[in-house]
């Protein structure tokens, strides 16, 4: 009898819902069975079945449906009807039903009303209207039964709400929290109306990947990499999406920990998802732009000219089917780079720059804006590698300042302001400009600032950092500089262990004390740092498969220096061994091979001061007489060359007795680095006292030794300017003793009386002033605010720059280019 009652009420509403009858459910017999059927079916104690208090409370909603509008007591019966059978059976609740039930149940209306929140916070981006969703939720969820349906719903806000903080702040914990929210939702029961409930494994897939890169641990990335895995096992899952997603986390592992097999797993992927793709499947532009990402890194990591074609062409296609998708259009730009960097018939480089700069146009998330921003200007700066357009280093920094005023979140930032300091370092090789060099120690810092121990980039970071510290050491000789150069590195070392730090990582710290001891007033104070250093560049070489040139000529510069402070003829051999190795695994057209040209003619040069062997001397000048001829007038390790040149031409002279051709193009070497914007004022001192002084020795050239010390006392201000510390600028004045004197005298010897009172009284001037302020406030305003002290730094030079403008005498004008003999 109940079946048979429940089944003829049943057909009522069906009338309605089904066919429209709305007479069906208005009609006065209609709450009369519905009457009857309660009475029918109470027992003693009051209890009615929950089939039939569901079945009435439907009737009630349904003629609330009937009559939209009208004000009776239909929606009232319903909501408490309802809300009976929601308390006790919450997955029978109808979903469409509750907001009626908002008012009787506190936590259904805080749900409710943080899902209108993030309507408009979606809209306008309210931060605050964020938060208060955020917390309504927090609020409401512990109310849900487990397995209540719409415990779901609020489950998925919350989750979305905390992505949606996320991209405003870039804490990795709150996609932390957001991914267990959204594994919960996958495991919960969904209501039966929950629209696309398939889409909900890929969100889940899809933050995890998010917070892999946003926190940067392998564990997070291997999570995701599981569960898109598993997911893509799973039956009715979107096997091109899961396969494209799985090549892109795949073949992030290989960029963070080097997993060759991950990323043939990731070609394996993005093939079998192109495959998979129809040519009318929205999701093929995605798998074909992704595959070849991951074929880049295959051509970038083997050197392999075709797959990097094959890269190119799989990202034009991407794009001819999302032109104005800003992302495909930024791995277009990359993938060209890399084909430019690979190939023997490089593609225009332009078309880079243009694809670059068409991602930009077409961006329209601030995140995707920055990433391309940071693509146009890698673009900008290969071409300003390869052509040497100063305007195209500056666009770059332009186009990176803009990427990180886009990058809202840690994640986008940190990778920006790397490629920030890294540019604007090699701007300052460029030019000179301290700034530059300070503002790419700021930009590092910041990116550092924003990292934790343990993220991928961490160490990487750090690393720039000591390197870019150190660079300014050079520049400034503030010891403060290289022994935080030296901390940091030595800082991630320990933290990683020996065994994982990378060669770059070692190769970073072995710099930064080779730097300390090389600029040292004795090197056998600093023996421990020299024979650290060469552990560290041994490390270093030992951690690649193949000996990388570079890496092999670290060692040999360290054997070398080393040597300087041990006199053990076993580090120079050493050092000259493995230099000579590097000479025949650089590329002929490398920049850095005059570098190790140099320093490799150099040592022959010291092995001939004992070994007394002409072919030493011999080779030295050779191969520094090639540096020199091939060394770019831009590059800054010029002054090195031209440095060393001036000793091995030095020596030729003296054990020539004399030769005039040796001394005056000794003479010409050093007036040369002299006058190098890019050096440091203590290198440029250097030369010019060497200058001055061979000058002097030379028969009739007084007005050339004239020009030499005057050149040098015009450094003056620069080699002890005021942003120094007080010992660092008493060690540097040292080296100008007598110095006054003695430039006063070689012009008057030139017959230049005036030129004589001025230098005298321009030296002493320089030495009096630093005697009278020297000033120890900056010490004190680093220890609070380093980045405003670097700044002062910086004006202060500018400020304390004096105009250096050296003529040649006209009997050097004439001369043939330098060029020595073997």
């Known amino acids: 009898m109940f079946d048979e009652q429940l089944e003829a009420f049943a057909r009522r509403l069906d009338a309605f819902q089904l066919h429209g009858e709305s ?26 079945p929950l089939e039939v208090v569901y079945v009435v409370a439907k009737l009630y909603w349904l003629r609330h449906q009937a009559r939209p509008g009208h004000d009776d007591e239909d929606p009232r019966i319903a909501a408490d009807l309802f809300t009976a059978v929601y308390q006790a059976a919450p997955q029978m609740l109808p979903n469409e039903v509750a907001p009626l039930l908002a008012d009787h149940l506190p936590h259904l209306r805080q749900t409710q009303d943080a899902a209108g929140i993030l309507r408009g916070v979606i809209a306008d981006g309210d931060p605050d209207g964020l938060a208060h969703a955020i917390s309504l939720l927090r609020q409401a969820l512990p109310s849900y039964a487990r ?14 709400a905390l992505q949606m903080r996320f991209d405003r702040g870039g ?67 979107d096997r091109v999406k899961g396969l494209s997603r799985l090549c892109d986390l795949l073949r992030l592992r290989f960029e963070w920990v080097g997993d060759r097999a991950a990323l043939a797993k990731a070609v394996k992927s993005g093939r079998a998802a192109v495959d998979m793709a129809a040519p009318d499947d929205p999701e093929r532009a995605g798998c074909l732009s992704l595959l070849s990402v991951a074929l880049r890194a ?54 880079a720059i243009d694809a670059a700069q068409r991602a930009v146009d077409h961006a329209r998330h601030d995140g995707v804006r920055a990433a391309a921003l940071s693509n146009l200007a890698g673009a900008l700066r290969s071409r300003y590698h390869q052509l040497g357009r100063l305007d195209d280093l500056s666009r770059a920094i332009d186009a990176l300042l803009a990427a990180e005023a886009a990058a809202g979140t840690a994640v986008d930032r940190v990778p920006v302001l790397s490629n920030l300091g890294t540019a604007y370092e090699s701007r300052f090789s460029r030019t000179g400009n301290a700034a530059d060099l300070d503002s790419a120690v700021r930009a590092l810092r910041s990116a550092v600032a924003l990292l934790t121990e343990g993220h991928f980039a961490w160490s990487v970071a750090v690393g720039g950092l000591s390197t870019a510290l150190c660079a300014r050491f050079e520049l400034r000789r503030r010891d403060a500089d290289i022994d935080l150069a030296i901390e940091l590195a030595r800082e991630v070392v320990a933290a990683v262990g020996q065994e994982g730090a990378t060669a770059n990582l070692l190769t970073s710290l072995g710099h930064a004390l080779m730097t300390r001891a090389k600029y040292a007033d004795s090197l056998d104070d600093h023996t421990a740092d020299l024979d650290e250093a060469v552990g560290c560049f041994q490390a270093a070489l030992d951690r690649v498969p193949e000996a990388e040139a570079t890496m092999v000529a670290n060692l040999g510069g360290a054997l070398s220096i080393r040597f300087q402070a041990t006199q053990r003829q076993a580090d120079l051999t050493a050092a000259i ?73 030095a020596t030729l002279t003296q054990e020539s007795g004399g ?25 440029r001192f250097e030369a010019a006292r060497n ?77 009096w002033t630093q005697a009278l302020q020297l000033r120890t406030d900056l010490a004190a305003l680093r220890a609070v605010a380093p980045e405003l002290a670097d700044r002062l730094d910086a004006l202060r030079q500018e400020l304390d720059k004096p105009v250096v403008e050296i003529e040649a005498p006209s009997w050097l004008v004439d001369q043939p280019g330098i060029h020595v003999a073997g």
């Not at 089917?321 to 730009?333: R, V």
């Open 171 to 237: 804490d990795p914990e709150l996609l932390r929290s957001a991914t267990e929210l959204f594994r919960e939702a996958v495991d919960a029961p969904l209501p039966e109306s929950f629209p696309r409930p398939d889409a909900l494994p890929g969100k889940y897939v899809d933050t995890l990947a998010a917070l892999a890169r946003a926190s940067g641990r392998l564990s997070d990335l291997d999570t995701a990499i599981e569960a898109t895995e598993t997911l893509g096992a799973a039956d009715g899952a």
């Open 298 to 351: 295959v051509a970038l990591e083997d050197h392999d000219a075709a797959v990097m074609a094959e890269a190119v062409r799989l990202s034009r296609a991407a794009v001819e089917l999302g032109p104005q998708d800003a992302t495909f259009l930024s791995n277009l730009s990359a993938a060209l780079l890399g084909f430019i960097n690979s190939s023997e018939d490089p593609a225009d480089i332009d078309d």
């Open 659 to 683: 030769a005039e051709d040796h001394a005056t193009q000794t003479v010409s070497a050093w007036r040369t680095a002299a006058g190098m914007r890019t050096a440091s004022a203590a290198q």
């Open 147 to 160: 397995h209540d349906p719409l415990r779901a719903i609020a489950l998925i806000n919350l989750g979305t």
């Open 23 to 48: 007479s069906a459910v208005l009609e006065p017999e209609a709450v009369a069975e519905a009457k009857q059927l309660w009475a029918d079916n109470q027992g003693p104690d009051g209890a009615v």
């Open 577 to 649: 061994d493995h230099m000579n190795t590097a000479l025949t695994l650089f590329d002929p057209g490398d920049p850095a091979r005059n570098y190790l040209l140099s320093n490799l003619g150099d040592c022959h040069r010291v092995r001939f001061a004992w070994s007394r062997d002409p072919g030493d001397l011999e080779r030295a000048a050779a191969l520094i007489g090639e540096a020199a001829e091939g060394a770019p007038d831009n590059d800054p390790r010029r002054f090195s060359v031209l440095l060393n040149l001036g000793h091995v031409l």
């Open 691 to 767: 200058w001055a002084d061979l000058a002097a020795s030379l028969p009739g050239q007084e007005a050339l030794a004239a020009d030499g010390h005057a050149a040098a006392v015009d450094l003056l201000p620069l080699l002890a300017w005021h942003g120094l510390e007080r010992g660092d600028r008493e060690s540097l004045l040292t080296r100008s003793i007598g110095l006054a004197g003695a430039a006063a005298a070689t012009a008057l010897l030139a017959g230049r009386p005036n030129q004589s009172i001025d230098l005298l009284e321009h030296g002493r001037a320089v030495q």
